[in-house]
T-cell receptor, first 113, second 114 residues
Framework: KQEVTQIPAALSVPEGENLVLNCSFTDSAIYNLQWFRQDPGKGLTSLLLIQSSQREQTSGRLNASLDKSSGRSTLYIAASQPGDSATYLCAVDRDNYGQNFVFGPGTRLSVLP | EPEVTQTPSHQVTQMGQEVILRCVPISNHLYFYWYRQILGQKVEFLVSFYNNEISEKSEIFDDQFSVERPDGSNFTLKIRSTKLEDSAMYFC????????????FGSGTRLTVV
């Protein structure tokens, strides 16, 4: 059974810092990994999708990497801003038909002005 | 950018009542999903739907739950007799070709059972 964990559970940094969020999964036989952002009481906003054949994806100040063999992904946020404050979730999918998208518990990020 | 739309954003219902949560997926998507998130807990898979039938469901999705695509645009989740523990945020998602190109989630319906 796929288990997804995220470290740290919470993180507080001053504005401008670069930071790394970590995601680990127990079964490396994944097809995709997706990073989401969730604001309090709100929905899930997709940030980056890494397909299993890829090693990283970039969007603006965000860079996500994937190491399937070790069961790890990292989300790197450069030059953090107060608007980045949210919970960041990673999720892994087991097959190409969208079944069993398993979510991690999230990392709650606070960027202080 | 195309969106997944969910209505209502918040619904309060009495225990034992039936509720229907509504979703309008992205128009050219073929795969539809419901997930839920109990306050303070992980997002959990409920059910996936493709080609007008359930393709997979979790152990959470028991006989109290049903899904339907009544027309070409809506996708609904029905809870027949709500329980207090059904209180959660329910998310609808859609995908064009399975999850290979990722999901798009709606903004959720917060269901409160009293």
């Amino acid at each position: 059974k796929q288990e997804v964990t995220q470290i740290p559970a919470a993180l507080s940094v001053p504005e401008g810092e670069n930071l790394v969020l970590n995601c680990s999964f127990t079964d490396s036989a994944i097809y995709n990994l997706q990073w989401f952002r969730q604001d309090p009481g709100k929905g899930l906003t997709s940030l980056l999708l890494i397909q299993s054949s890829q090693r990283e994806q970039t969007s603006g100040r965000l860079n996500a990497s994937l190491d399937k063999s070790s069961g790890r992904s990292t989300l790197y946020i450069a030059a953090s801003q107060p608007g980045d404050s949210a919970t960041y979730l990673c999720a892994v999918d087991r097959d190409n038909y969208g079944q069993n998208f398993v979510f991690g518990p999230g990392t709650r990020l606070s960027v202080l002005p | 950018e195309p969106e997944v739309t969910q209505t209502p954003s918040h619904q309060v219902t009495q225990m034992g009542q039936e509720v229907i949560l509504r979703c309008v997926p992205i128009s050219n998507h073929l795969y539809f999903y419901w997930y839920r998130q109990i306050l303070g807990q992980k997002v959990e898979f409920l059910v996936s739907f493709y080609n007008n039938e359930i393709s997979e469901k979790s152990e959470i999705f028991d006989d109290q739950f049903s899904v339907e695509r009544p027309d070409g645009s809506n996708f609904t989740l029905k809870i027949r007799s709500t329980k207090l523990e059904d209180s959660a945020m329910y998310f609808c998602a859609s995908s064009g070709t399975g999850a290979y190109y990722g999901y798009t989630f709606g903004s959720g319906t917060r269901l409160t059972v009293v």
